[in-house]
């Protein structure tokens, strides 16, 4: 079995009890907010849907798009959508980037190199990930 998604990383803005600092990603679900079909367990202070899978409330903290990845086998997906106003280039992509999931990573910075150029011309894409990830 794999390590937690968020080994450690008390400064990561997963929650305290967020199933992502227990298991790692595949191993519980991501919806967008909680809801009756998973509710709040007060034994454990976590959130299970029916069948018992662990689920994570809040995607924009835990930095996984919301899926049904261990109760339905959903492929981890990520699409990166730019903002239309340049100026707001970087500190978009600043939150983005670091509020993603490690393993997707690799996957947006290549999304942005490939994307940038389109939207933004006349713009540097080696200085606009430095500057969004220094």
């Known amino acids: 079995m794999a390590g937690p998604f968020v080994n450690g990383d008390v400064l990561h803005r997963a929650c305290g009890i967020c199933p992502s600092r227990?298991?790692?990603?595949g191993e519980f679900d991501v919806v967008?907010?909680?809801?009756?079909?998973?509710?709040f367990n007060p034994a454990d202070g976590h959130r299970y849907l029916a069948d018992g899978t662990p689920v994570?409330?809040?995607?924009?903290?835990?930095?996984?798009?919301?899926?049904?990845?261990?109760?339905?086998?959903?492929?981890?997906?990520?699409?990166?959508?730019?903002p239309a106003d340049e100026s707001e280039l970087i500190p978009h992509l600043r939150e983005v980037l670091y509020g993603a999931a490690?393993?997707?990573?690799?996957?947006?910075?290549?999304?942005a190199t490939r994307e940038i150029p389109r939207a933004f011309p006349h713009r540097?894409?080696?200085?606009?990930?430095?500057?969004?990830?220094g």
């Open 22 to 25: 227990r298991f790692a990603v």
């Open 32 to 39: 967008e907010r909680p809801t009756k079909e998973c509710p």
């Open 56 to 82: 994570c409330v809040h995607p924009d903290k835990v930095g996984l798009p919301a899926a049904r990845y261990r109760s339905e086998n959903a492929p981890l997906l990520v699409t990166l959508r730019l």
């Open 102 to 111: 490690p393993m997707l990573l690799d996957e947006l910075i290549g999304q």
């Open 124 to 133: 540097d894409v080696l200085a606009t990930l430095r500057r969004a990830l």
